[in-house]
């Protein structure tokens, strides 16, 4: 719980030697075309202006960086979804992790008390920052300790990702919209669930799997069409914008682990054990992100964590695994991965359809007279 609020604590701080340091201020003099839209045009494609509204401040901002000499990009182009606010997986949430989660309606009015508004009424705009293949590249080398633009992109990456969700609840609002970031409402906390321990009173990554923006891994990642290596944000607004469609029905869908029985890289990445055939165990990951706190601080001099081992070196650290990308990885190479995928496919068939030990042969059919004739 600590090592959450000391998280928190450092985004807010972070952010404001940024804005004393001018940056926040060229931010908001940078020329966004979709943000100066924002402010002078009505919405007729409400998705495509979301859209390009995220995009646009993505590839444009200043923040968008991890603050080291060469000043590297913190994230790639981003994905968005959209949900419905009345989507029933809402409800399952709160039912499912506890009634302190929110409902899209519960988070909004209780940002706005007294405006009428039903849950139809309202979408739930979600996006994933995908990290960059530098950043991954680093990360990917380690097996113990993290990469310093890993940290970066975790910290100053997530600082950004503040500003993005300011940005778009800001700009729907001036259009008439009225919007709120849940993860930036002074309401937002950690909570305790019942059934899966910390938690919080909304998840950005289960508003995500609604948008139809990915599926759960065996560790709790997302994992999307980029990979698991990401960030999730979003912002709940009054607005009406046609759901993504969910390409999947089980919030297992893209994990080879769930899906095919196979895989299990996360569990290896894990330098602290959090993660297991049984799943993640969020008292030991909490644990090591202790450790790489104190590393970061004592290593690179930069207050915060970056962990996420389990993120980077898997099939799905990029993409959707798929059998081939699981071999390929496994055996270096993609016409490798092939093979060995197409075999372990057969012996799967051959194993579910093989005659059990002892099984009778049957006896052979007579042959026809004419069996041998031309």
């Known amino acids: ?12 701080v972070s952010a404001q030697r940024a804005a004393i340091a001018g940056i926040a201020g060229v931010a908001s003099r940078m020329q966004f075309p979709a943000v100066l839209a924002a402010e002078s045009s009505s919405i007729e494609d409400p998705s495509a ?7 646009g401040f993505a590839a444009a901002s200043p923040l ?11 994230w790639d182009e981003p994905l968005v979804g959209f949900s419905r606010g009345d989507d029933p997986l809402y409800e399952l949430y709160k039912e499912k992790v506890g009634p302190f989660h929110w409902t899209p309606l519960e988070m909004f009015q209780l940002t706005f008390p007294g405006t009428p508004v039903t849950a139809e009424e309202l979408t739930v705009i979600s996006w994933i920052l995908p990290q960059t293949e530098l950043v991954k590249a680093d990360l990917r080398r380690e097996t113990k300790n993290p990469a310093e633009r890993w940290v970066r992109a975790r910290m100053y990456g997530e600082i950004f990702n503040e500003e993005l969700r ?6 729907l609002t001036k259009n008439g ?4 970031a849940p993860t930036l409402s002074s309401k937002f906390k950690n909570a305790k669930s019942d059934r899966y321990g910390s938690a919080s009173t909304f998840s950005e990554r289960h508003a995500a799997y609604a948008a139809g923006l990915g599926t759960f891994g065996l560790c709790d990642g997302l994992i999307t069409p980029k990979g698991k290596a990401m960030r ?9 914008i046609a759901p993504t469609s969910r390409p999947y029905d089980d919030h297992h869908a893209y994990c080879l682990f769930y899906a095919k029985g196979i895989c299990g890289v996360c569990i290896t990445r894990c330098p602290g054990g959090a ?7 969020k008292n030991a990951c909490v644990k090591q992100l202790a450790v790489t706190t104190r590393y970061s601080e004592k290593q690179f001099g930069i207050t915060g964590y970056g962990c996420e081992f389990c993120q980077t070196g898997t099939p799905c650290e990029s993409r959707i695994p798929t059998e081939i990308s699981y071999y390929a990885q496994r055996w ?11 075999a372990a496919s057969y012996g799967w068939h051959y194993r579910r359809t093989r005659p059990e030990p002892g099984t009778p042969v049957p006896a052979m059919p007579a042959r026809s007279p004419n069996e041998d004739k031309g």
């Open 64 to 74: 968008n960086s991890l603050r080291n000499p060469a000043n590297d990009k913190a």
């Open 49 to 55: 202006w979301v859209t390009s509204l995220i995009k």
């Open 232 to 240: 999730c944000g979003s912002v709940v607004a009054r607005i009406q």
């Open 177 to 180: 919209h009225l919007a709120v």
């Open 166 to 171: 300011r940005v778009v609840a800001e700009s």
């Open 332 to 342: 270096g190479g993609v016409a490798a991965g092939a093979v060995v995928a197409a």
């Open 275 to 281: 993660i297991s055939k049984a799943g993640h165990d």
């Open 1 to 12: 719980m600590i090592n959450r609020i000391d998280r928190r604590r450092f985004f807010r």
